[in-house]
């Protein structure tokens, strides 16, 4: 079974925290036009990044990326700003 769960910012264990395009298939998350946030740049913590990156944001273009359900600590949603 295929659930797409939309634009997430994932935050996975061992300090890796990406954001893209989501979907569960069997038992992994699938991340499409995935990026790696190396720098959060915020002065309200990771949930500001939800609206988008700040000036300060790094983040680097990844592709795809496979990651086991249970290694993902927790999603927030996107609601706008990420492309």
């Known amino acids: 079974m295929n659930k797409y769960l939309g634009k997430q910012i994932v935050v996975i264990d061992n300090n890796f925290v990406h954001v893209g395009d989501c979907s569960i298939q069997e038992g992994l998350l699938c ?19 939800i609206s988008g990156p700040t000036k300060e944001t790094k983040a680097d273009d990844l592709g795809t990326v496979l990651v086991p359900v249970a290694r993902v600590v927790f999603f927030l949603r996107v609601v706008k700003g990420w492309k």
């Open 31 to 49: 991340i499409d036009n995935a990026k790696n946030i190396r720098v959060w740049g915020t002065t309200e913590g990771l949930g500001q990044l």
